[in-house]
């Protein structure tokens, strides 16, 4: 990992704080914000400290 381990983390808390809100829903809005932490931390987090390479399935 890089030295920015802050943003991580950070970005960890929101995806802890999405599942809690989506496991103390009790209305379809507070459903659908949660996801919507949950979707937006979680595709964050997947490509995090991930290095651009370009393809070469061509050669």
């Given at each position: ?42 595709f964050v ?15």
């Open positions: 990992m890089e030295s920015n381990t802050g943003e991580y983390n950070s970005f960890i808390v929101i995806l802890v704080a999405g599942l809690s809100f989506l496991v103390m829903a009790d209305n379809f809005l507070m459903i659908y914000l949660a996801i919507e932490l949950i979707s937006i931390s979680s987090l997947t490509f995090y400290g991930k290095k651009e390479k370009k393809c070469r399935s061509w050669i």
